[in-house]
């Protein structure tokens, strides 16, 4: 898979997945264009990237009234754009009781909102080059419901629905659309998560439940990433591929 010369957005690049997505695309040949909120972290991960030319910009994409300028920024500084990773992301288990509207909103304005902004901005007229790829987050719990997760499954279903007729519309540019839905992923969420329950409670034992191979690594889910970006991946658009360790069989 060849991505010399490509320009690469990738959202929430600071850590976890994003970051993982950020260093293999580079030691592919790409130019990696990363976004996140905290500029000292981003600075920490272009030190792991390979090559030259990488740049980032520091930005809150749940703040969606931002986006436009910040991909007209993008735009004019590093030219069209060849690719977009959306990894931003942010998770609040809640109960139903205290899923109250604003709370739910955080969790879309980063998750739903900040992913359908960022899309719309990179697929207006002149921001593109020919052939562009787009591959958004989304989680396997957009498939299968967790007690306590319905804010986060639902802002992730929201993107895989959202996907499938964003594909519809941008076809006749040339432009493929996908999500990759990860089981429990080996990342900082994790670690935050074993933290508050404990790694023998019942909330971990409900969360890995059928994921059969195992706790992911972040290496598999950029695996699934990178190919989605490339060529070989062409005559895909509007789907989602789960990626859960057995977790739908």
Not at 17 to 30: D, M, P, V, W
Not at 129 to 144: F, K, Q, Y
Request: hydrophobic content about 40%; overall charge neutral.
């Amino acid at each position: 898979m060849e991505f010399r010369g490509k320009k690469i957005i990738v959202a929430g690049a600071s850590s976890g997945i994003g970051q993982k997505t950020a260093i293999r695309l580079s030691e592919l040949g790409a130019k990696t264009i990363l976004i996140a909120r905290r500029e000292e972290l981003l600075a920490e991960t272009m030190e792991m990237l390979s090559g030259e030319e990488h740049t980032y910009y520091s930005a809150d994409l749940s703040v969606t009234g931002d986006i436009e300028e910040l991909v007209k920024l993008i735009v004019s500084e590093q030219g069209k754009i060849d690719g977009l990773v959306y990894c931003a992301g942010i998770s609040k288990g809640r109960p139903l009781m205290q899923c109250r509207p604003e709370t739910v909103g955080e969790v879309f304005n980063t998750n739903f909102f900040g992913f359908l902004e960022t899309v719309r901005q990179v697929c207006r007229k002149g921001r593109f080059n020919e052939g562009m790829r787009i591959v958004g987050i989304s989680s396997i719990a957009s498939m299968r419901g967790s007690k306590s997760q319905t804010m986060y499954s639902a802002s992730k279903a929201a993107m895989d629905g959202a996907v499938r007729c964003i594909a519809k519309e941008v076809a006749d540019k040339g432009i493929c659309i996908n999500t990759v839905a990860p089981g429990m992923t080996r990342t900082k969420m994790w670690d935050s998560f074993l933290e508050r329950y404990g790694e023998e409670s019942n909330s971990v034992r409900d969360m890995m439940h059928d994921q059969y191979l195992g706790l992911i690594e972040t290496d598999d889910v950029a695996d699934a990433i990178v190919f989605l970006l490339s060529q070989r991946a062409r005559m895909i658009t509007g789907t989602t591929l789960p990626l859960g360790g057995g977790k739908l069989t």
